[in-house]
């Protein structure tokens, strides 16, 4: 069974846009339609770049026209200060990218999930960290002026701790505050066990809180909000299903360099196969979703290296040599 029908009939959700296109372009064979993709390799550091710039890329890929800025990075889930904080500088530089930022800009950082759940919990974490200054413009603006911007950062939980949808929390306090920029940070559920708290992805579309387990929230984007959306996210859990599929799909690489089994996968046997996956993972099927134990530190090592290039790359009084030492 091809894995994106597969993954359709599973009701599995891909949120990066790289593995949406690599999927798609895998079976097809082709490019895809509306769709730029540019790769750049930075030492150990990869980073894919997919831009969809028209109607009939967003129908292939599912998503809204934009641009999705992926980066590689396997050295994050080990404790590598100097890796860390070079990889901090790379992701803000590309954040710069999407965000044109000006001296009087004012941010609004949001850090969506659950900090009751250490998966869910990269948003809150990232928000802890971040230098937040919007206060001291009211009190002290003449120290500040021109080594700071605006930033307000909060994390409003989600609808099962609050009873609130995380977009009325946060249309309400856009109301409020009245961000240039709303920059959001999610966990997010990877397509591929090896993405998981390696992989970090900025998207300039906003973003759907929860989309990857099946949580089907209100949009914040640029049409909910009002302003521009830029969403920032790490995978940290994967889908069982996705597991049970890759396991499958081992199994019948190995048996191809094996006669007496190579005939066993036919499309007339697809089926079956497909009902055995749904049993074995039966009574969650479609949501039960897999994360790492070490998934603590991932969440520690991601929300350090995110809150670092965002006080790099907002503030101006903060430079490569020093930025570290603004985590709060």
Known sequence: MKKSKYFKKMNIHLDLAVEAH????????????????DKEELGPTAVTTITITNKKGEQELGRPKGNYITIDAPYIKHNDPQQHKELAKILARHFAKLCQLQEDSNILIVGLGNWQATPDALGPKVVEKILVTRHLFHYTPEEIQGNMRQVSAISPGVLGLTGIETAEVIRGLVEHVKPDYVIAIDSLAAGALERIGTTIQLADTGINPGSGIGNHRKGLTEETLGCKVIAIGVPTVVNAAVIAHKTVEELFTQME?????SQMYTEENEQVLFEVMKKALSPFQDTLMVTPKEVDELIEHGSRIIANALNLSIHPGVSDNNFETYLQ
């Open 257 to 261: 360099v094996q006669p007496a089994f």
């Open 22 to 37: 690599d999927l798609l372009r895998g079976e097809t064979g082709r490019e895809v339609a509306g769709v730029i993709m």
